[in-house]
């Protein structure tokens, strides 16, 4: 009787052993109140028992260290409290209960904004994560300009689709034209609801075997972008500063115009750059910094 009692306990070792196994491959999501007047509003539900925002904070820091100790690979999402009341009142769902904020945060998961916890303290995080849901949010609004601006009246071609296709061409001549070193690429489009603002990082070299190194996911946004602002044909700007190893730091402007990405003289850059975009008071120049022309980087298009 004892032997069987041991083969028994065993067997239960084994499978909670195999099931802790199973647990690290199974990923996880963490639904963050990154703002205070968001947290504030989940306070409004009986069920979110959290009655202070920074220790919320420190026990989801502490929440997100212990996962990573289990070896269990976890997303943080941005809760949004207005948008999990809309979730709730579309699929009929009780808000306030701990099941139904598991449920939102699931989803979030595969459409939200969202960043893989890697230990970063929750103080970076926060700002990473706001960062994150801007990003998308400018994305996705761009992403509808272009599908919403139509068809060409005088040939019918897609507007959106050929502005794209432009704007692609023109971060290839960018990137392109750049000396080598890092570069710190700008585009900002203000738009009838909101100020549309992509940020491109690349890197290149004098070695014409080695091509430029762009991140993917800020060149898709960065040419989304653009493409909205050629499809617009309003107005709206875009710099670069490149900056390399025994040398001061370059800058080159352009300007949308019309459907067009138009090269700025380097006067114009000078001023654009030592102009406060608020109150356009003047802004001394940094030193060691070199004020020069754009080059030509898009080629005409036929859709104003």
Request: proline letters at 6%; one cysteine or more; hydrophobic letters at 35%.
């Amino acid at each position: 009787m004892r032997r069987k009692t041991n083969d028994t306990g065993t067997h239960r070792t084994r499978t909670t052993d195999r099931r802790r196994t199973l647990r690290r491959e199974v990923p996880g999501t963490v639904g963050l109140q990154a703002d205070a007047g968001d947290f504030a509003a989940m306070r409004g539900y009986r069920s979110f028992t959290f009655d202070d925002h920074r220790d919320y904070l420190h026990q989801v820091d502490g929440l997100l260290r212990s996962l990573a100790a289990q070896g269990i690979h976890t997303t943080v999402a941005l809760f949004d409290p207005d948008e999990y009341a809309q979730y709730c009142g579309e699929h009929g769902l009780d808000p306030d209960t701990a099941e139904t904020r598991a449920r939102f945060t699931a989803e979030l998961a595969g459409s939200g904004a969202v960043l893989p916890y890697t230990g970063q303290p929750i103080d970076e995080l926060v700002p990473l994560l706001v960062d994150e849901a801007v990003r998308q949010a400018t994305w996705e609004y761009a992403t509808g300009l272009l599908t919403e601006v139509g068809r060409c009246a005088d040939c019918g071609e897609d507007i959106g689709r050929a502005s794209f296709e432009r704007a692609t061409d023109a971060l290839e001549r960018l990137v392109a034209g750049a000396p080598p070193g890092h570069h710190h690429f700008v585009c900002s489009v203000p738009t009838e609801a909101q100020q549309l603002v992509a940020v491109l990082h690349a890197d290149t070299t004098d070695d014409p075997d080695t091509p430029p190194r762009v991140e993917g996911r800020e060149g898709l946004d960065f040419v989304t972008v653009l493409a909205a602002g050629l499809a617009l044909g309003g107005p709206g700007g875009l710099v670069v500063r490149s900056t390399a190893e025994g040398r001061g730091d370059r800058v080159h402007g352009w300007r949308l115009d019309r459907g067009r990405l138009i090269a700025l003289s380097a006067a114009a850059v000078f001023n654009a750059y030592c102009t406060d975009a608020d109150t356009g008071d003047p802004v001394a120049p940094e030193s060691g910094v070199e004020y020069c022309p754009g080059y030509e980087v898009d080629a005409p298009g036929p859709h104003h």
